[in-house]
């Protein structure tokens, strides 16, 4: 399985960027699908996920109610649609897939991912 992520780029603080995973090989609606970010300097952090049929979604604390992760399984994507973003969300943003549960947070949980697209929000 190969991820291919895109959609990443400059974006004032207040603005929206959305993102997109793109997964080629087996089934894509086998797996959940997470999305993961790390800044310079700190931990890969967990942003949110998404269950295989796309009927539960989960976030990370710093971004509920500003993100949201929907899945298109006809296409084999997966979108993150960041809105009201602010400095503190200056990453690299990894997409990320997993066979092993429903739904997953912890980065040990993921079987592959992509190459990562940076985001970087200025003030």
């Known amino acids: 399985v190969q991820l291919q992520a895109s959609g990443g780029g400059l974006a004032q603080a207040g603005g929206s960027l959305r993102l997109s995973c793109v997964a080629s090989?087996?089934?894509?609606?086998?797996?959940?699908m997470g999305w993961f970010r790390q800044a310079p300097g700190k931990e890969r952090e967990f942003v949110g996920a998404?269950?295989?049929?796309?009927?539960?979604?989960i976030y990370a604390d710093s971004v509920t109610g500003r993100f949201t992760i929907s899945r298109d399984n006809a296409k084999n994507t997966v979108y993150l649609q960041m809105n009201s973003l602010n400095v503190e969300d200056t990453a690299v943003y990894y997409c990320?897939?997993?066979?092993?549960?429903?739904?997953?947070?912890?980065?040990?949980?993921?079987?592959?991912w992509g190459q990562g697209t940076q985001v970087t929000v200025s003030s």
């Open positions: 990320a897939g997993q066979i092993g549960a429903a739904i997953a947070v912890r980065i040990y949980d993921y079987d592959f």
């Open positions: 090989g087996r089934a894509f609606s086998t797996y959940g």
């Open positions: 998404i269950s295989r049929i796309g009927g539960s979604t």
